[in-house]
């Protein structure tokens, strides 16, 4: 999910006033966007004719033909089907300060986004963007959190913002427009929104009162770790899931310095606070009654985690969830990339979000289906429930029938759209014809653990070749126990049955001997943590280092193999 933190817009969440003008403007988002259902289709046509006036003068508008566009059909002959790398020219071109190029109106910054590859994209964020396609669908993504949980309004320090990541001096496209991940952005500020501030970024770590390198993001993430353990949080916004699984693991590993520091008043090293010796006594007593720390223990009030609750994190934020207390809830964040949005929960479902009809135009094609420029695209209302579809969305920001990598499955229709869910990337693994999506494996992944009644911390698997030059999939498995020697074949038994079942390019694979059976490699528990950290010490932004399933790279299967296999 895209978002915003800021401090320096306004009011701060320790006014009443100010609280009671983002409730409003939260609650009065979402209800435009139910109202909007009952006429999906007048709305999704009302989208593209924005797009088409707003635009029609642009290079790409000129070179498409956008002034003869009427319909979706059109639209569907004027502009091919494209992701990133078929629009990078265009963005270049813009980022380099050539006005006029994707969209009327400039870009004001430039978001990052590390798609599956890791290469840093420069996607365009213009303010009739931010105005028509991202405030309203991104106010409404707030709303089943702060009816059902209005504590973590009460005060700045009592959600634990985990992306909360502000930066004094952005890197720069050649134009010099910022070129930054979007919680970097203080849309305050930056697009006039004095409302915008997450709930979280005005608490004491929102803005860290020590120096501390712009790239140090470990020791940034401590830090605030450091001073929330001071605080009373109700609630954790982390977005991405690894971030959220990471936080228990950090207690502990930080836990003797974050106590000391307690004790001292100091922060990384440094005075801040006059000694605090009494709550320094208490989490000595929390280590020593307990043994192992856990959320819960340090926050006995935590309410609420919101991340995205789907994909790999679907396996592990059942037990994650026990971390931080009994009875938490976990709302999911929105189905959406820097790119765009594509689904926002608007209630407590736990996985999945009301396609957003009033922010880009949608078309979708069935995930099996590879993608092409002129491939075959359905509209919303002829999703069917229990589907798999690429997501393909244009909206006025300048992305037009862009695929943005995620494949998304169709849940159920509430007030009439469909409510989706993200089901991992667009990759495809193809070995030998088997042609798996990562929505194919976590099913089978789902359905071989829970037929043993058995649970993973987190996984991920790779192609390998034996002697005969015949591929096969490795599963690394980090579980919380070990399994038997008897358990762990009889999971790969049902896992390649599964697998069988979800993908028949697998059954035949298997059938004619072109694909071996899949096979374990056990470690550690804390195997998948560990190489979090280390991808994070190496400077990466911890929003960017998310769960993959296909992981083919060898030096991170010997990262996770050194020291840890079981």
Same mark, same amino acid.
């Given at each position: ?38 006429d999906?289709?007048?709305?999704q &046509?009302r989208?593209?004719e ?8 642009t ?21 091919p ?21 994707l969209?009327a ?8 986004s ?13 303010? &009739?963007f931010?105005r028509?396609?991202?405030?309203p669908?991104y106010y ?5 959190l ?6 973590? +309004? ?10 909360h990541?502000?930066?004094?001096a ?13 919680? &970097? ?30 790239d140090?993001?470990?020791?940034k ?13 109700r ?15 950090q ?31 208490? +989490? ?72 957003v ?15 092409a420029?002129?491939v075959a ?25 862009y ?34 999506r ?18 993973l ?10 002697q ?5 999939y &490795? ?20 896992l ?5 079942h ?24 804390? #195997? ?9 010490a190496?400077?990466v932004?911890p929003?960017q ?7 083919q790279?060898? #030096? ?6 050194d020291?840890?296999?079981?």
């Amino acid at each position: 999910m895209t978002t915003s933190e800021t401090r320096q817009d306004g009011p701060s969440w320790s006014d009443p006033e100010r609280i009671e003008r983002y409730r409003s403007r939260v609650f009065a988002e979402r209800a435009r966007l139910r109202a909007a259902f009952a006429d999906p289709a007048g709305h999704q &046509q009302r989208v593209l004719e924005d797009l088409l006036a707003f635009n029609a003068d642009t290079a790409y508008g000129r070179a498409h033909g956008f002034a003869q566009v009427r319909t979706l059909d059109d639209w569907r002959k004027a502009v091919p089907v494209q992701d990133y790398s078929a629009l990078a020219p265009w963005i270049e071109r813009a980022a380099a300060g050539e006005d006029n190029v994707l969209t009327a109106d400039k870009p004001a910054v430039f978001f990052t986004s590390s798609g599956s590859t890791g290469a840093h994209k420069k996607i365009p964020v213009t303010p &009739q963007f931010m105005r028509t396609t991202f405030f309203p669908f991104y106010y409404a993504a707030w709303a089943p959190l702060i009816e059902h949980f209005p504590d973590v +309004l009460a005060r700045p320090d009592a959600v634990l913002n985990l992306k909360h990541d502000p930066i004094a001096a952005p890197p720069t496209t050649a134009s010099g427009k910022p070129h930054v991940g979007a919680s &970097q952005v203080d849309f305050g500020a930056k697009f006039g929104e004095p409302l915008s501030a997450e709930p979280g970024t005005s608490a004491p770590w929102a803005t860290l009162p020590v120096p501390v390198a712009a790239d140090a993001h470990l020791e940034k993430m401590y830090l605030r770790l450091r001073l929330a353990v001071e605080s009373d949080v109700r609630c954790v916004i982390g977005i991405n899931p690894a971030m959220v699984a990471a936080l228990p693991h950090q207690l502990n590993l930080w836990w003797e310095r974050i106590v000391q520091e307690v004790r001292d008043g100091t922060l990384g090293g440094h005075p801040y606070r006059s000694p605090n010796p009494e709550r320094a006594r208490e +989490l000595d007593r929390l280590a020593a009654h307990f043994g192992r720390v856990r959320p819960a223990h340090v926050w006995p009030n935590m309410r609420a985690l919101f991340c995205w609750t789907t994909g790999l994190a679907s396996l592990y934020l059942p037990r994650l969830r026990e971390e931080f207390g009994p009875g938490i809830t976990l709302l999911p964040a929105p189905v959406a990339a820097s790119e765009g949005p594509t689904g926002v929960a608007l209630d407590r479902h736990p996985t999945a979000g009301s396609l957003v009809v009033t922010a880009s135009v949608y078309e979708f094609a069935d995930a099996d289906t590879d993608l092409a420029p002129d491939v075959a695209t359905l509209q919303p209302h002829e999703l069917e429930p229990g589907r798999d579809y690429h997501t393909i969305f244009s909206h006025i920001g300048g992305l037009y029938r862009y695929a943005v990598g995620d494949v998304v499955r169709v849940v159920d229709r509430e007030d009439s759209v469909p409510r989706l869910e993200y089901t991992g990337r667009n990759t495809l693994s193809n070995a030998a014809g088997e042609r798996l999506r990562d929505a194919h494996v976590l099913r089978a992944l789902t359905t071989a653990l829970a037929a043993g009644g058995l649970e993973l911390r987190n996984t991920a698997c790779r192609v390998v070749h034996d002697q005969q030059g015949t591929p096969s999939y &490795q599963f690394a498995l980090a579980s919380a126990t070990p399994w038997s020697g008897d358990e762990t074949d009889a999971f790969l038994t049902r896992l390649d049955r599964a697998l069988a079942h979800e993908s028949p390019g697998y059954q035949r694979a298997r059938a004619q001997h072109r694909l071996g059976a899949p096979t374990a490699l056990p470690l550690h528990p804390d #195997a998948f943590l560990d190489d979090w950290h280390a991808a994070v010490a190496t400077g990466v932004r911890p929003t960017q280092v998310k769960d993959r399933l296909f992981r083919q790279d060898p #030096a991170l299967w010997q990262r996770l193999t050194d020291g840890n296999g079981s």
